[in-house]
């Protein structure tokens, strides 16, 4: 079954500790790219990556950090989170960006104390 | 930069009401539209999208939406909602050199039984 993969789902941390949220595709997909949605503001693209080892800033990139080491694997990275990061998190995949479907996971429900 | 508005935030309707939720966009180039569904508890999930060709563009569920270039529009219409339509909206535009998407700040609709 094709499908994006996050984990945790649901995570509650304090200010500063750093924390990992993993993200993983089985469809052989070019793009992976993390958003965060936010009441009343959307979907907002943190970072997007074309490829291993390609990664570029989306439009509110501050305070995140991504890799990408293999294709099928896009963790996001907060080094130290803050409570403004406490938010809903998607990660996505696809062929292409701005041209395909993209394939979301189940979301990762952020919250800092 | 691109922008996509999403005017109604909040949409109430009863069932077998029809339903029009507006999509505008800012971006100079061509653009492919989509429309994505968020289910309660679920992610979201692609409703249709437009590339090119016949503007009227008919997706999953009864839903279809019109792309008219000329008001950089492309809204989502129903014409009668159910009780299971009950989810968030959300319109994105990217482009056609595949790396940009960019979303609208989504449209909360509760149909009531």
């Known amino acids: 079954e094709a499908q994006v993969t996050q984990n945790p789902r649901y995570l509650i941390t304090v200010t500063g500790k750093k924390l990992t949220v993993t993200c993983s595709q089985n469809?052989?997909?070019?793009?992976m790219s993390w958003y965060r949605q936010d009441p009343g503001l959307g979907l907002r693209q943190i970072y997007y990556s074309m490829n291993v080892e390609v990664t570029d800033k989306g439009d509110v990139p501050e305070g995140y950090k991504v890799s990408r080491k293999e294709k099928r694997n896009f963790p996001l990275i907060l080094e130290s989170p803050s409570p403004n990061q406490t938010s809903l998190y998607f990660c996505a995949s696809s062929a292409r960006l701005g041209t395909d479907t993209q394939y979301f996971g189940p979301g990762t429900r952020l919250t800092v104390l | 930069a691109q922008s996509v508005s999403q005017h109604n935030h909040h949409v109430i309707l009863s069932e077998a009401a029809s339903l029009e939720l507006g999509c505008n966009y800012s971006y100079g180039g061509t653009v492919n539209l989509f429309w994505y569904v968020q289910y309660p508890g679920q992610h979201l999930q692609l409703l249709l999208k437009?590339?090119?060709?016949?503007?009227l563009v008919k997706g999953i569920k009864g839903f279809e939406a019109e792309f008219i270039k000329s008001k950089f529009s492309f809204n989502l219409r129903k014409p009668s909602v159910q009780w299971s339509d009950t989810a968030e909206y959300f319109c994105?535009?990217?482009?056609?050199?595949?790396?940009?998407?960019?979303f609208g700040g989504g449209t909360r609709l509760m149909v009531k039984p």
């Open positions: 994105a535009v990217g482009n056609n050199a595949g790396n940009m998407l960019t």
């Open positions: 469809m052989n997909h070019e793009y």
């Open positions: 437009y590339f090119s060709g016949d503007p």
